[in-house]
């Protein structure tokens, strides 16, 4: 059974950062990509970043790009998300996702919600004005 789970969520003011980190395990599990995304109260979630975990690929919504960076280690089936220059609009709940399927052909379907089989409970990220 695979099991993510995230931690490094909390309250910061406008401008600051924080670190989100998501462990994956499980006895044989091994990603192909894992990714982030969030939700607020009322709106559907939405893509925020995702790696590929073979090469380099990285993916970024348009509204995060050239704040956040998105990481991984192999080694701990682990992934991360930098967040600097935070705004009160990325106050959300953030939810780690994982792949362990096949690698996707096209660069789109990584920003999708059907890509990912395992998904963790979520992280409330504050951001205050």
């Known amino acids: 059974q695979v099991q993510l789970v995230e931690s490094g969520g909390g309250l910061v003011p406008a401008g600051g950062s924080l670190r989100l980190s998501c462990a994956a395990s499980?006895?044989?599990?091994?990603?192909?990509?894992m990714g982030w995304f969030r939700q607020v109260p009322g709106k559907e979630r939405e893509f925020v970043a995702a790696?590929?975990?073979?090469?380099?690929?990285?993916y970024y919504s348009d509204s995060v790009k050239g704040r956040f960076t998105i990481s991984r280690d192999n080694a701990k089936n682990t992934v991360y998300l930098q967040m600097d220059s935070l705004k009160p609009e990325d106050t959300a709940v953030y939810y780690c996702?994982?792949?362990?399927?096949?690698?996707?052909?096209?660069?789109?379907?990584?920003?999708?919600?059907?890509?990912?089989?395992?998904w963790g409970q979520g992280a409330q990220v504050n951001v205050s004005s």
């Open positions: 499980g006895r044989t599990f091994s990603p192909s990509a």
């Open positions: 790696i590929k975990w073979s090469g380099s690929s990285t």
């Open positions: 996702a994982a792949r362990a399927g096949a690698y996707y052909s096209g660069d789109y379907y990584y920003t999708q919600e059907y890509a990912y089989a395992y």
